[in-house]
């Protein structure tokens, strides 16, 4: 009940204007977007490198209604990979993109905007050496989103896709992607999905999840196993043991800000782990959803909103 409310809560502009503008906000931003600016990014790319993760970079922002704004977006996209270029970067760090941010929700011809402004982003990513996720959103895009991956890929096969296991469809498209060179991330999926189309508990999500890491870790893909839930971290493990997989045929994902010790051990135990990192101004509906994650974050925002009164 609380998750959905913090969900709808995302998509509220007053509540954003409100929140965006607190300084209160400041605390629990800061745990899961570490910058605002490139440099900054940047620099937190070093320091995650140096620890032996790697990153993959989102430029935060989405729903975008207006054309220039998609420019800009991109603009910054590009002007990222050229400095994780300049700094000898690329090797262990991308960039993911979330296709609303770049035109796809415009209400005229958003989809074709948005393949062209991707298009723009995977040829920077390609000149800097490395390559591009396009993140999932809600369920009414993942048609138009896998479109467009299907288009990106005949030019730029190492584009990654992402799959929420929540998707009472998605075991079919992990049957579909799990192909030669396919990077696919799975993860449960962070956004209110109505009963006909999603799980709605989470044993059910659970058990999906699991379902389709099976399918992907016996397929012939690049599995990228996006989870904090340390039982999906140790059946990953598992199956990759069972399906014959070394560390460098999938990768473990987590969120900037959460289970960095975890991230740390798996590191030392010779798994690739790669860290998304979100950074820039539109952080509000990336930050709600990590609040309906965990309601015991809510409790503390709330806490910090009532004692600066
Ligand atoms: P679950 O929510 O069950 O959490 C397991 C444990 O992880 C918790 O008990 C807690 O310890 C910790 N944890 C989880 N969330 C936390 C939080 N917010 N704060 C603190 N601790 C927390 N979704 C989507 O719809 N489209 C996408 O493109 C992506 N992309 C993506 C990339 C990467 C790298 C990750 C890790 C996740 C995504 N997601 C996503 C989000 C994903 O769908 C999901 O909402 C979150 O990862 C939470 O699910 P978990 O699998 O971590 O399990």
Excluded at 138 to 148: F, G, Q
């Amino acid at each position: 009940m609380l998750r959905q409310s913090l969900l709808a809560l995302s998509r509220s502009e007053r509540v954003k204007h409100l929140v965006t503008t607190m300084p209160v906000s400041a605390g629990i931003v800061a745990r899961y977007v570490p910058g605002e600016s490139t440099r900054e990014a940047v620099g937190v790319v070093e320091e995650l490198v140096g620890s032996g993760r790697q990153v993959t970079l989102d430029h935060l922002g989405e729903d975008t209604l207006e054309e220039a704004h998609a420019d800009a977006t991109v603009a910054a996209y590009l002007e990222v990979l050229s400095a994780l270029s300049e700094r000898g970067l690329t090797q262990d760090a991308e960039v993911s993109v979330k296709l609303s941010a770049v035109g796809q929700a415009l209400p005229d011809g958003g989809e074709k905007v948005a393949a062209r402004n991707a298009r723009l982003i995977c040829e920077a990513a390609r000149a800097a050496g490395t390559t591009v996720t396009l993140d999932m959103e809600d369920h009414t895009t993942t048609d138009s989103t896998l479109r467009i991956l299907r288009e990106l890929r005949e030019d730029f096969p190492g584009t990654g896709a992402v799959l929420q296991a929540y998707l009472y469809r998605t075991e079919a498209d992990c049957r579909e992607l799990a192909t030669e060179g396919s990077r696919v991330r799975l993860c449960k999926g962070a956004y209110d999905e109505p009963e006909p189309v999603a799980h709605q508990t989470r044993r059910e999500v659970d058990l999906a999840f699991v379902r389709c890491l099976r399918i992907l870790m016996e397929g012939d893909g690049y599995p990228m196993v996006a989870s904090h839930d340390p039982r999906m971290v140790e059946i990953a493990g598992e199956l990759a043991r069972r399906t014959g997989r070394d560390s460098s045929t999938y990768e473990y994902q987590m969120l900037y800000g959460i289970r960095p010790d975890e991230q740390l051990r798996l590191v030392a135990e010779g798994s690739t782990v790669r860290v998304y990192v979100p950074y820039g101004q539109e952080w509000y509906g990336y930050l709600m959803r990590r609040l309906a994650e965990r309601p015991s974050n809510l409790t503390f925002f709330a806490r910090s909103l009532v004692s600066k009164k």
